[in-house]
């Protein structure tokens, strides 16, 4: 297969591994295992440890099946090179790890998946400063940019309220403040938005989610889209500026984070992921519509207090969200009202089960104050806009009739 870029999204996933020689007709990319790689002339091994070749060391730092797989994420992205990691988290602490130093500042959105949370909380406590904005609207975002600040982080739909961030003027701003963007695609997946289209320069995906899609394999990638400009970011080590510019940000992330902390993905679990992603693009076309049919049956009941989910034209910021999503993705919240209890509801329900995770096949529900977002405590919640009772629901791709008649018929 010839290099052409103008492929449909679900043919270049199919086919991103024959780019490259292909091994023994596989048509699967083979799993490597070996940790670590030989070479007949001693001076080779020498040049790829100094980067002078390219060639595989030490598993750490990837292997020929994590190089498949971060090929393939690259291409979804529409970026210029990926890195994975052994969780979401894995890639999102790499961003700390590797790019920020004691004095630095970063903005982020206070519309968070929890751990995302917590990890500011500690970064807080190491000496980089977090500001913490209501980003869907980028005034907020600018206010509170300081001389200091290096990174501006969003979600595209916040996990689990759902607001969507001011993505494409946060995108401006950082572009005209040259700050770094780093958006967290993991809700919207590269297929329903690519965050490189609103000026992002890193992107998050927790591959465990949608991309992996089957709830059986952890796994996390960062993609640099190429449209950050690296010679102008202070915290480049001089060691990592001998390639052109446009490596550095992958080089030091590659080295800084995942060589240093090791948060390295394992093979099998890249080849569950890669098989997954296959049908990232049925998957989500599925699943975004039987959400949307959920959301909008649960938001006509005068038993459910709040539906909240982006495709619903009474949420905030369902015309952003319209303008830059595909469509409107397998996640959305609710609130039942007042004394009716959410256990008992949940209980009730048949096919959704109650689960974290998100992005599954499966239709997992799961109480968010009691469990994902307990540990933060009722203030904190209550900031992010998290009802004691609000329940989310993660819609796989089961039949639309028997989801709806599920949530339907657990109302009391
Ligand atoms: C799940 C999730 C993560 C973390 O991914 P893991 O693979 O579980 O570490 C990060 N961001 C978002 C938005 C998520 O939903």
């Given amino acids: 297969m010839s290099e052409k870029t103008s492929y449909g999204f679900t043919t270049t996933i199919l086919h991103s591994d024959r780019q490259k020689p292909i091994e023994h007709g596989s048509l699967h990319k083979p799993l490597h295992t070996s940790v670590t790689y030989g070479y007949e002339d001693a001076r080779q091994l020498a040049s790829v440890f100094q980067g002078r070749e390219p060639g595989f060391r030490y598993g750490r730092q990837g292997n020929p099946t994590i190089s498949a797989l971060e090929e393939k994420v690259t291409r979804m992205e529409g970026g210029v090179a990926s890195i994975c990691f052994a969780t979401g988290m894995g890639a999102i602490g790499a961003v700390f790890q590797a790019l920020l130093k004691a004095g630095d500042?970063?903005?982020?959105?206070?519309?968070?998946?929890?751990n995302t949370n917590s990890l500011w909380q500690t970064v807080a406590g190491q000496g980089v400063g977090v500001a913490f904005v209501d980003a869907t609207d980028v005034a907020n975002v600018e206010a509170a940019l300081t001389s200091a600040t290096r990174i501006v982080f969003v979600e595209t739909i916040a996990n689990p309220r759902t607001q969507v961030a001011d993505l494409a003027r946060i995108g401006q701003l950082c572009r005209e403040r040259g700050i770094l963007y780093v958006v967290d695609n993991t809700m919207t997946t590269p297929y329903l938005f690519q965050p490189r289209s609103v000026g992002a320069g890193l992107v998050v995906n927790a591959l465990t989610k949608a991309i992996g899609g089957h709830g059986n394999a952890l796994g996390g990638s960062l993609t640099d889209t190429g449209v950050f400009d690296w010679s102008t970011y202070p915290n480049i080590a001089p060691n990592y500026k001998k390639n052109a510019p446009a490596m550095w940000g992958m080089v030091q992330l590659r080295a800084k984070a995942l060589r240093d902390f090791?948060?390295?993905?394992?093979?099998?679990?890249?080849?569950?992921?890669?098989?997954?992603?296959?049908?990232?693009?049925?998957?989500?076309?599925?699943?975004?519509?039987?959400?949307?049919?959920?959301?909008?049956?649960?938001?006509?009941?005068?038993r459910v207090a709040a539906v909240h989910y982006p495709g619903l034209p009474s949420h905030a910021q369902h015309g952003v969200a319209r303008e830059l999503f595909r469509a409107f993705g397998s996640l959305f919240s609710f609130e039942l009202k007042e004394g009716i209890d959410c256990f008992d509801y949940l209980n009730r329900l048949q096919i959704g089960i109650s689960a974290s995770n998100l992005g599954d096949t499966r239709t997992l529900v799961i109480p968010v104050a009691h469990t994902i977002f307990f540990e933060m405590g009722a203030e904190r919640r209550a900031s992010m806009g998290i009802a004691e009772s609000l329940i989310r629901v993660s819609v796989g791709i089961e039949d639309a009739a028997d989801l709806l008649a599920d949530f339907e018929g657990a109302l009391p």
């Fill in 262 to 302: 090791g948060a390295s993905l394992g093979p099998e679990a890249a080849h569950h992921i890669a098989v997954g992603a296959e049908t990232l693009a049925l998957r989500m076309e599925r699943a975004s519509a039987n959400a949307l049919a959920i959301a909008a049956m649960l938001e006509a009941d005068e």
């Fill in 105 to 114: 500042h970063v903005v982020s959105s206070s519309f968070l998946f929890g």
